[in-house]
């Protein structure tokens, strides 16, 4: 039971190259996120995902894009990278249901942008 | 606006003394409060969930507490095993956490 598995774990990128982050997870999970973490400024939400092709915008949204075609899988897009979205990224997931509050993370992703 | 604020950023601990990490919240209408512990390089691992006043949860050195605007996480008799940074969240809304900045946590032999 691998939980929430990211890749890559490092990357550097050249300004105006584009990725994609993946996130799989093996829990059946229905709601998938991606946060951004950055010195000083904790956990900040970008995307997330209630259900298999469904996607909305949080906290930090711009410069990312993101698809969920399938329920174990959420993807994570940069367009064309800038120095700004050097930073560690992580997927999370949790079930559905107002007692299944708890969020499983992945171990992270980091992102260096040149 | 709903926020998180966790206190103080860093703390250092001999091995064996007792303290306890602050995060205080402004919420309408609190889901949830969290504790995750994260060590470096690694991702964020789920300590405890507290829902209402006066809940109180332990597991090992560890016991987290919550009241109407603050939760607090008291470490008894730290080991340096415990060095980590200890996150808060709360959950705002359907889907959304809210995460403080965390607090980071040396405990020296």
């Known amino acids: 039971n691998a939980g929430v598995t990211q890749t890559p774990k490092f990357r550097v990128l050249k300004t105006g190259q584009s990725m994609t982050l993946l996130c799989a997870q093996d829990m059946n999970h229905e709601y998938m996120y991606w946060y951004r973490q950055d010195p000083g400024m904790g956990l900040r939400l970008i995307h997330y995902s209630v259900g298999e092709g469904t996607t909305a915008k949080g906290e930090v949204p711009d410069g990312y894009n993101v698809s969920r075609l399938k329920k174990q899988n959420f993807l994570l897009g940069l367009e064309s990278a800038a120095p700004s979205q050097t930073s560690v990224y992580f997927c999370?997931?949790?079930?559905?249901?107002?007692?299944?509050?708890?969020?499983?993370f992945g171990a992270g992703s980091r992102l260096t942008v040149l | 606006e709903d926020q998180v604020t966790q206190s103080p950023e860093a703390l250092r601990l001999q091995e064996g003394e007792s303290s306890s990490l602050n995060c205080s919240y402004t919420v309408s209408g609190l889901r949830g409060l969290f504790w995750y512990r994260q060590d470096p390089g690694k991702g964020p691992e789920f300590l405890f969930t507290l829902y209402s006043a006066g809940e109180e949860k332990e597991k090992e050195r560890l016991k987290a507490t919550l009241t109407k605007k603050e939760s607090f996480l008291h470490i008894t008799a730290p080991k340096p095993e415990d060095s980590a940074t200890y996150l808060c969240?709360?959950?705002?809304?359907?889907?959304?956490?809210?995460f403080g900045t965390g607090t980071r946590l040396k405990v020296l032999a």
């Open positions: 999370a997931s949790r079930l559905d249901g107002s007692g299944a509050n708890v969020l499983t």
């Open positions: 969240a709360f959950r705002s809304g359907t889907y959304k956490y809210i």
